[in-house]
DNA sequence: GCGATATGGTACCGACTGGTACCAAGTCAA
DNA sequence: TTGACTTGGTACCAGTCGGTACCATATCGC
């Protein structure tokens, strides 16, 4: 019940320095990986001191953690989902959805997020165990819910499970092996909507209307 | 023209030196990712001194990178292609094709060694061109090949680039990240045989004989 | 104006690293 | 035996880093 800190950033001091510091960090870990940037170098960026720092974030896995939580936290997959009534409607949702994921996780900083996780998957599975559990699987929740709910209406005679992995395949193709190697570049808004445009119809080839 | 070194490892030395230090530096690598292990500690583990280790590939990062190619030139693709007659046969030759890569590919040294090129493609383009070009591209390269072939026999219709990367979509789904991650398990072999199979049967299916 | 608190800047500590130099021991040819 | 060469072991160098301590400044309440 103490007086809480008030927020006097209001002196054109630019975001709140938390905020300005997980900017900074991201924005580091991104050019130069984790190992290879430094506590102080993030300071600077920053433009605060280590010692907040480590008041703020304890040690530097946190910052790389919070970092990547954060990123990741505004991926989060599309809410309201409008009832689907036929297959067409199924079409223009499994579309737009996929429109919105290729969109989201083929921005460059997500793919240097997902680059981060995966090296340190192994020494900290926190980090990699983060973006699972805050990026991928709820976007693959959302996609299965849809499609409980095309199969409970009759739309789709397909395992939930079975179809939600089918539709992801489509959708990817190989697509983000390339953006982590480095070896594709990031589709344009027309391939994207192509590509989704594609997986969708094809799916929908692939899963007729049962009966 | 000067007498070449014999390979005097005939005395129940182990492997040849290069490849006990391949070896050594790889799980090295593998289990404390590439920033954290120090040379000495590859050195260590092969049973040889620094100076060999430098002497023989310079520096570290070329260590990384001979540990990444000699583990990717085994990965490559399926060589003899057999002349594809008819669907069904079509079916075979991707379902094989299927389980073999899927089956290479989910090794998780394989998925280890992804995860070091990921990890080094910002700072080190190299390694990651390595992998790519030595097990990513021609493992596709080899499957258009098929799709190529298909179509000029009037089997399927669909255009080869698209074709492959279709299949690939369907057999992958979303395994791949979830490998990288340390979010999902490698499959059985049993899973990769059922997994190859839909891939080829839906793919069948996606794109009927023409005419 | 004054004391308390908080912050930026920075020096510092212990530890570690990539890479080189050097030594002692072993191997080979003659 | 001798001498050239190779190798494992290790000390060493210069540099870096994570994390802490400390100081001087600035802001705040009063």
Chains 1, 2 share one sequence.
């Not at 995966?118 to 499609?147: G, N, Q, Y």
């Amino acid at each position: 019940m103490s007086p809480k800190i008030e927020p006097r950033e209001d002196d054109a001091e630019g975001p709140e320095v938390r905020k300005r510091i997980l900017s900074a960090a991201l924005s580091a870990f991104m050019e130069g990986g984790y190992a290879q940037t430094s506590t102080l170098e993030i300071a600077t960026r920053a433009r605060v001191s280590k010692r907040e720092l480590y008041s703020l974030f304890g040690n530097k896995e946190a910052m790389l953690v919070a970092c990547i939580t954060e990123r990741a936290e505004r991926i989060k997959a599309p809410t309201d989902l409008p009832a689907i009534r036929d297959r067409e409607m199924l079409a223009k949702v499994l579309t737009a959805f996929g429109t919105k994921l290729l969109t989201e996780t083929t921005d460059p900083v997500v793919v240097a997020v997902f680059r981060l996780a995966i090296s340190e998957a192994v020494h900290a599975p926190k980090v990699a165990h983060a973006l699972d559990s805050i990026a991928r699987k709820p976007i693959r929740d959302s996609l299965r819910t849809i499609m409980t709910n095309a199969r409970s209406t009759g739309l789709v005679a397909g395992e939930p499970e079975a179809t939600t992995e089918t539709f992801l395949g489509l959708l990817w193709g190989d697509l983000m092996t390339g953006l982590l190697l480095q070896a594709a570049n990031r589709p344009s808004t027309g391939e994207i909507a192509r590509r989704a445009g594609e997986a969708s119809t094809a799916f929908l080839r692939l899963y007729p209307k049962p009966g």
